[in-house]
């Protein structure tokens, strides 16, 4: 959001205008009122494109729910009656169709049913001048373009000599080289390695460890087979050859239903790394070896691909799937297309359902709804994916807006040399980006020419100490890629904003320098209308703190594995976050727990984020009907820098309810109940949280979980070491009494160990009804009888913020030029800089409220 009143107030304008037609208007007091079930659903439940909606593409992707070994009929006309422009498809296995065919400007009508069966109700859209052009090729051409000789996935024969004078003297050569020699004398593993070693204490655990065995040995042969046949495509030395046909010979005599395939990843490795081989070596090998070994790939393959049809494409997630293992199956499905009739389907599906939904669990801020932490899971997926299709199509599929975003989130969510935000499963796996990071920002940067990827790629490399080329994941991506662009041009001054939003996702982040994590405060927030599905937790409305670029107030609690008890009732339940309990539950994982974040401000001295998770305590997907009570949840976030933070909730229930206010830390919490204080630190500041209430609160503190945590699947941390589950603090500020109404107020104090580390003591003045601290004013409404009000003001007469109604600011009042508003006014370089915003709703949820509204 721009620094000046003229572009927020346009701004303001059209979220008014843009949600008149929707489900909930915007109410008198600025705010909307989001009442949809759900917004991603589990599964898919609605038709896309629906309800007259502008196409995003012009050729647009239908999408509709789907069921097991079901055939779908579509068609598609230009008229109602169906009579003009008829383009229809029958027997189609899975529930996606691309027409491959740029459509005129208008009304379209199309239908689909179950082949044989009855059509669904006419569903319409348009295409305008606003849908963007994207008019892919169908199937044929894609398999008309996959070279019949071999090999072909690494590298085309044609292209074999031209390669190895390219990449000769690339860094990547040598390290790839390096691998590769070390692995000549390596002795296959035989089919019992896959068994697991250790036992745990119920069917549950043993299951996971014996999956957990078997991925081991399924990445180990993929990741030999990768190294051998890389250092072959780039030399076409024999003695690689040699080496992976012991392996190769090994693996094809498996049963490929038997324990390798337990884990999924351990199964997609085994059928790729030997597709990738016998593409690699086909002229050095029999036939009767390339048929073994084939067979053993295929099998694997078609397991996978009966298992994702009228599924994958349906549901929300799989993250597996997007991962690692469709990328796979792609290449898979490349190396031995032509070889074995499979293969053209396998290549259809992934085609269709990539055109359809890549990117997914990310929309166009550049947010991806799973975290940092699984993030870099399935980042080579989408660039080289998008890469071969490209060289078969001559198009960019890296043109959606979430690419060229997607590494500005990163930044933000993930700095260089600090924790990430903490959100989602494995957000507190990494102390700081590793050089897998470094590696996938490099390759973003070039591809994309985007400065400050470049910038984030090489700060994260210098931090680490380690050169971008030893990054292993994208090595081949940047011999065949990322290494014939230029990089952009270099960020020589950090301009970005300290703060930023991605309403898509439900993150916001506030900063007081980050481009230096020694130096920055670091507040992180979540209210997702993702919800809590997939690697999501159920956080709606929770937030971390970090300074220093390490954690201070972050979620807790500990995933040996998802279905773990003590992941689900502790690391994944709200009672592991920064969050709020209502009677002592927290928000279900259901896909209709979700949340949002209406407004943002950013401004010099202060930046401000409302979250909204009125929703997140129930939940109605899959035919779950979850209501805890919680009617309204709106929790105001300020950053008053350099080291003031503060939370203000507003909170009701349709009952008389207890309330819960939750913090966590790693290394220890103090409580002062009579001075209502929380006290804490980590390695580089001390921190101390006032918290006030609208009614009286126990002040709880414990150093255990209540479900102990268990390293039975011997999870390693970052550097390959077992973790310790060691218990970790946890405050509660619990009502004494039951409310209908509950408000609380946290003024938090961050001071650097090695400056000015005394946090002050908060003065409460009775005339202006305000607390005095770091220079700061600060003013919250209590009383829950009259509106929710937060109000923050500095000494130095710089900067002025309310969250809703007029500032009195240098003698002059600013009142809101729409009723409702959040405000703030700042003194930057001599001028008045006036802000306000009022309720914005992404665009996923006008989608659903306007299909409920018809």
Not at 778 to 799: G, R, W
């Amino acid at each position: 959001m721009k620094n000046t009143a003229k572009l927020i107030f346009g701004i303001i304008v059209l979220a008014f205008v843009g949600c008149q037609t929707s489900q909930q208007p915007i109410q008198s007091n600025g705010e909307i009122e989001v009442t949809c079930k759900v917004i991603y659903p589990k599964y898919r439940v609605w038709t896309t494109p629906s309800g007259g909606e502008v196409a995003k593409n012009n050729s647009p992707s239908f999408e509709w729910p789907s069921g097991k070994k079901a055939k779908y009929d579509v068609r598609l006309y230009s008229t109602i009656d169906f009579s003009e422009n008829l383009m229809e498809k029958d027997e189609i296995p899975f529930a996606i169709f691309n027409p491959h065919k740029k459509l005129d400007e208008g009304i379209w009508y199309w239908q689909y049913r179950k082949s044989g069966g009855d059509w669904n109700p006419i569903d319409s859209f348009k295409i305008t001048s606003a849908s963007k052009d994207f008019v892919t090729p169908g199937l044929d051409k894609i398999l008309s373009n996959v070279s019949s000789d071999h090999p072909r996935v690494f590298a085309k024969k044609s292209e074999l000599n031209e390669l190895r004078v390219r990449a000769k003297d690339y860094k990547e050569t040598a390290a790839i080289l390096n691998e590769a020699d070390k692995l000549l004398t390596e002795i296959p593993p035989t089919e019992k390695s896959a068994l697991p070693v250790h036992k745990g204490e119920n069917d549950f655990e043993n299951e996971k460890i014996a999956q957990l065995a078997s991925r081991t040995v399924g990445w180990q042969v993929f990741s030999t087979l990768n190294s051998l046949t890389q250092a072959y495509i780039l030399t076409g030395d024999i003695k690689y050859f040699n080496a992976a046909k012991k392996w190769m010979l090994e693996v094809s005599g498996w049963d490929p239903n038997g324990i390798s395939h337990l884990s999924n990843f351990g199964d997609s490795g085994i059928m790729t790394g030997l597709a990738l081989a016998v593409d690699t070596f086909w002229d050095l090998l029999t036939e009767d070896e390339r048929e073994k070994m084939i067979k053993q790939s295929a099998i694997r393959a078609n397991n996978f691909y009966n298992l994702w049809i009228g599924k994958v494409e349906s549901r929300s997630s799989s993250m597996h799937v997007w991962q690692h293992i469709l990328h796979q199956m792609f290449q898979t499905s490349l190396a031995l297309a032509g070889e074995i009739q499979e293969a053209n389907k396998w290549i259809d599906y992934i085609y269709e359902l990539w055109l359809a939904q890549c990117p997914k669990m990310g929309e166009n801020d550049g947010a991806w709804s799973n975290g940092a932490g699984y993030f870099k899971m399935g980042t080579l997926a989408m660039y080289d994916v998008n890469a071969i299709l490209k060289q078969f199509t001559g198009l960019d599929f890296m043109q959606k807006e979430w690419f060229k975003n997607n590494p500005r989130w990163l930044l933000y969510a993930f700095p260089p040399g600090s924790v990430a935000d903490g959100f989602c499963n494995d957000g507190d796996k990494y102390t700081e980006p590793n050089i897998h990071y470094a590696g996938f920002a490099d390759a973003a940067s070039r591809v994309l020419n985007l400065p400050y990827a470049d910038w984030y790629a090489k700060e994260v490399a210098k931090i680490k100490g380690e050169d971008i080329s030893a990054e292993n994941e994208f090595r081949w991506y940047r011999i065949q890629q990322a290494n014939k662009y230029n990089y952009p041009e270099s960020v020589k001054y950090f301009t970005l904003p300290q703060a930023e939003v991605f309403e898509d996702v439900g993150v916001a982040y506030m900063n007081t320098s980050l481009q230096n994590a020694s130096t920055n405060l670091m507040l992180s927030v979540r209210s997702s209308p993702f919800g809590p599905l997939a690697h999501s937790q159920a956080e709606q409305n929770t937030f971390n703190i970090a300074y220093g670029g390490k954690r201070l107030f972050y979620n807790s609690g500990y995933r040996p594995k998802m279905g773990d008890p003590h992941n689900l009732a502790w690391h994944k339940h709200t009672r592991g976050h920064n969050g709020i309990l209502i009677d002592g539950e927290g928000q279900p994982f259901n896909a209709g727990a979700y949340g949002w974040l209406p407004r943002f401000i950013h401004g010099e001295k202060i930046s401000y984020a409302l979250g909204d998770a009125s929703n997140a305590y129930s939940g109605s997907d899959e035919g779950e009907n979850i209501d805890l009570g919680m009617k309204r949840f709106r929790r105001h976030y300020l950053l008053l820098r350099p080291s003031t933070i503060v939370i203000y909730d507003e909170l009701e229930a349709d009952h008389k309810a207890e309330w819960s206010w939750l913090l966590h830390n790693d290394k220890g919490l103090d409580v002062d109940s009579t001075e209502k204080t929380i006290t804490a630190e980590n390695e580089f500041a001390n921190a101390q949280v006032s918290l006030y209430s609208s009614s009286d609160i126990h002040f709880n503190l414990t150093d255990t979980f209540n479900i102990p945590a268990r390293n039975w699947n011997r999870k390693v941390d970052e550097n390959g070491k077992i973790i310790d589950f060691v218990d970790q603090w946890h405050f509660s500020g619990i009502s004494k009494e039951k409310n209908q109404k509950m408000r609380y107020l946290a003024i938090i104090q961050v001071k650097p160990k090695n400056g000015e580390s005394v946090c002050e003591e908060l003065v409460f003045d009775q005339k202006s009804k305000s607390y005095l601290v770091n220079g700061w004013k600060i003013k919250a409404e209590l009383d829950t009888s009259l509106p929710a009000k937060i109000e923050a003001n500095n000494n130095a007469e710089t900067a002025s913020f309310t969250s809703t109604g007029f500032i009195d600011f240098e003698d002059k009042k600013y009142d809101a030029k729409v009723t409702g508003s959040s405000k703030l006014v700042e003194i930057i370089n001599g001028e008045k800089v006036f802000q306000e915003v009022i309720d914005e709703v992404p665009e996923a949820i006008k989608k659903v409220m306007e299909r409920d509204r018809k």
